[in-house]
């Protein structure tokens, strides 16, 4: 969970408001960052020009969008995960099978953040892209994940970041979830009906580690018109526990 700081720095918490205002607005001026953070523009362009020359922001006319700085600081986060690349290639063959999305997730902060994806020839652009954070309640990567996690550390996330409606279908009642991530650890996998996106559907499987905890989770994702009957209901959870289970093994090694 993430600590609290006692002594947080001021200007480095508005460095990082900052940047997520890029980040959210896809690209925003002075004047729109200064609105969003509640500074005036002369300090927003201060600290827009410091990230410009080392290389974290860009400017393309009178906006200032995200730079490829962050690209590596990215990667050098992703590949300190060992799942990463423990299931890569399993994801690529679902993918391939499938024809839907295959997404890869872990959890940090209490929150969900996707690091690898894989396409199938059918499968679908979504909103989420890698290094997405998602609360962990509105999606199966997320319930898997959650289902798995010691009580007390499932509450303390809850209390952190609630149980806000992603959808009109997203579990926001604690005992609504408790139950359904008892169905899960009884099933071995998780479902998404529509709770994070409408006419989006997903299947999950947490990657267990050796001493029963839960490093990931995969998914199989796509739209609700494909994702239902026995092909939401068997076939893909079947696929999904095999996938698992493979990548399980792999990450051990």
Known sequence: MTDVTKNPIKATRTTFSIVEVLVRDNGASVTEVADSVGLAKSSVHNYLSTLREMGYVTKEETEYHVGLGFLELGEVA???????????PEMRR???????????????????????REVGERGVTVDAHIGQRV?????AVGKAILAHLPADRV??????HGLPAVTEQTIVDRRALRGDLERIRERGVAFDREER???LRCVAAPIR????GVEAAISVSGPANRMRGERFERDLPSLLENAADVIALRFEQ
């Open 197 to 199: 996106r409408r006419g």
């Open 78 to 88: 992703r590949n300190r995960q060992a799942v990463y690349e423990a299931a890569k």
């Open 155 to 160: 509450r303390r996330i809850l209390d952190q």
């Open 94 to 116: 679902l993918a391939e099978r499938t024809g839907e999305l295959v997404n890869l997730l872990v959890e940090e902060a209490g929150r969900g953040i996707f690091i690898h």
């Open 209 to 212: 580690d050796g001493d029963g």
């Open 135 to 139: 609360y962990l309640h509105s999606t």
